[in-house]
């Protein structure tokens, strides 16, 4: 039995444009994400978030299904255009006003809300000005905080910020895989720092606001593994390591830049001044998102593995490594390379094939397996002395998957998105037990609930 300390956080997590639909009701305004999903061919299908789970509209049956799981957090955001339609300006009384009667809603179900002020939908009209890239954007997402912060800073306790800041910069603006859908490396890099000086601002508002509360940002943060023994592999993990983690977590807990990503990118690196650094080196504690690794080898990077000719992995649904060591390791280094005091695990999941079958079960060991398998790890890095206070599983239940739409699933709760009904999976049912007893069985034979 691996046991978990008696006031470990248990939760689940979503973002809004994954789950909420209701994309033009009640005044809201349009985002990145509506206009991306509706251009064809950005997402899998031409699949869209217009609709989603429809939790705009039945989220009291969703937080009753939790409830029943024995959840005691949930992870959600907040829609920006939703509150501010534009971005700036004028609020929207209707989107402030949903989420206190949501937030109302969950506290009555005896759910803890762990608010994300922004996963990725930002007002469109804000890009059409220049969008992360532009500095002032950050101005708006610190009102922005400052207003919605007034407004639930009563009740909510718990703050992330910024939900991945790489996923936003660099898919968003440098492959183009995510919205806005731009390939400008400059702007990339521009957006990254962009991100961290918009969490310092948005961090000094909520605390002017509710000087108690705790303010965090989530990071996707991955180990960066050379593969074979050569100095320049070697030297693309370290340079890798530091575009994806150092330039997010570095800036925060330490007030300083890595300086192998401003020598790496040239005339292209974003400018860094001391005043804001000294804005960005605030963090209450850090959301860990965890999937898989990037491994690095003679070809260069290969992210979980992905078509790498590597066979000494499992692959989930999404072609990623299943790797529960990494987990450890990540949890590991966040403690020892940036001193950091208080760590969460704010995603952590995996995307099967998943069947309803005829009696409405859904049975799926292997994301059972990956489940048990990470926690143990959890586990072990707590025991081992990394500061962790909790585990948010992703996702609450299937939902919309950016770019690949509704074909990955990646919940607990299985979401049949014609009818809108939900079914809780063999896995969800194991959650509940690992929940109630806060800790792991020695071992599980993943073939009932």
């Excluded at 005043?275 to 992210?303: A, C, E, R, S």
């Amino acid at each position: 039995m691996k046991t978990f300390p008696k006031d470990f956080v248990w939760g689940t997590a979503t973002a809004a444009y994954q789950v909420e639909g209701a994309w033009n009701e009640d005044g809201k305004g349009e985002s990145i994400w509506d206009r991306f999903s509706h251009t064809p061919g950005k997402v899998e299908r031409g699949d869209n978030g217009d609709v989603a789970c429809d939790q705009y509209h039945r989220y009291a049956e969703d937080f009753q299904l939790m409830q029943q799981l024995g959840l005691k957090n949930y992870r959600f955001s907040l829609s920006w255009p939703r509150i501010y339609p534009q971005g700036k300006g004028a609020i929207n009384q209707k989107g402030l006003d949903h989420y206190s009667r949501l937030v109302d809603s969950l506290l009555a179900a005896g759910i803890t809300p762990w608010v994300t002020l922004y996963h990725w939908d930002l007002p469109q009209t804000l890009e059409d000005e220049g969008g992360w890239p532009a500095r002032a954007t950050t101005d708006h997402f610190a009102q922005y905080a400052d207003i919605v912060s007034k407004h639930l800073g009563d009740r909510v306790k718990n703050w992330m910020t910024i939900n991945e800041p790489g996923v936003v910069a660099f898919l968003g603006y440098l492959t183009g895989d995510h919205a806005p859908g731009l390939k400008d490396e400059k702007k990339a890099l521009q957006a990254a720092y962009n991100l961290i000086l918009a969490h310092g601002k948005a961090y000094a508002a909520i605390k002017a606001n509710h000087a108690t509360t705790k303010v965090g940002l989530t990071n996707a943060t991955q180990n960066t593994y050379p593969l074979v023994r050569d100095e320049s592999v070697a030297a693309q993990a370290a340079l890798a390591d530091a575009q994806m983690n150092g330039i997010f977590l570095e800036p925060m807990y330490k007030g300083t830049y890595p300086q192998i990503v401003l020598d790496d990118a040239g005339d292209k690196a974003p400018e860094i001044t001391p005043d804001d650094l000294k804005v960005m080196n605030h963090i209450d504690f850090v959301g860990v998102q965890y999937y898989t690794d990037t491994l690095i080898g003679p070809k260069g990077l290969m992210f979980g593995a992905t078509g790498s000719g590597y066979n000494f992995f499992d692959y989930t649904e999404m072609g990623w490594a299943v790797t529960p060591l990494g987990l450890y390791d990540v949890l590991m280094n966040v403690k020892n390379q940036y001193g950091a005091k208080e760590i969460y695990v704010t995603e952590n999941g995996s995307a099967w094939q998943d069947v309803l079958a005829p009696d409405c079960r859904i049975n799926d060991p292997k994301r059972q397996d990956y489940l048990v398998r990470h926690l143990a790890m959890v586990h072990r890095a707590i025991q081992e002395g990394s500061p962790i206070k909790g585990y948010f599983a992703w996702s609450f239940m299937d939902n919309f998957e950016w770019a690949y739409g509704y074909r990955p699933r990646f919940g607990l709760v299985y979401t049949e998105f014609a009818s809108q009904k939900r079914y809780v999976k063999d896995s969800g049912y194991l959650y509940k037990q690992i929940i109630k007893a806060n800790a792991l069985e020695d071992s599980y034979n993943f073939n009932g609930k």
